[in-house]
């Protein structure tokens, strides 16, 4: 069974930091690129982050960058994301998703998403 399971998420002060972790299993990690992707309430999802494991490069959107890093551990088969510098406006639940490591650049794989499966998403609230 093809299963992404997030955790880390919280709330925590604007300025806070947060750590989200995504552990994968039920299909081969190493096929695949994954991405970070957000939903603000009464908004479409948007991808914030994505790693292309094959050439090694990454893309976070305009609103995070700066802030978040997305990394992955192959040998643990999960990916992680680091926010740091935390807004109000990140508030938002986020869903770790895998997508098929097909020949594309990684701002294509976030901005126009092919979800092979999708995390059951965890919130993050920012707020004082």
């Known amino acids: 069974e093809v299963q992404l399971v997030e955790s880390g998420g919280g709330m925590v002060q604007p300025g806070g930091s947060l750590r989200l972790s995504c552990a994968a299993s039920?299909?081969?990690?190493?096929?695949?690129?994954m991405s970070w992707v957000r939903q603000a309430p009464g908004k479409e999802r948007e991808g914030s982050s994505c790693?292309?494991?094959?050439?090694?490069?990454?893309y976070y959107a305009d609103s995070v960058k700066g802030r978040f890093t997305i990394s992955g551990d192959h040998a643990k088969k999960e990916v992680y994301l680091q926010m740091n510098d935390l807004k109000p406006e990140d508030t938002a639940v986020y869903y770790c998703?895998?997508?098929?490591?097909?020949?594309?650049?990684?701002?294509?794989?976030?901005?126009?998403?092919?979800?092979?499966?999708w995390g059951q998403g965890t919130q993050v609230t920012v707020a004082s």
């Open positions: 790693i292309k494991f094959s050439d090694d490069t990454t």
């Open positions: 998703a895998s997508e098929p490591g097909l020949i594309g650049t990684v701002q294509a794989m976030c901005v126009k998403p092919i979800v092979h499966s």
């Open positions: 039920g299909f081969t990690f190493s096929s695949y690129d």
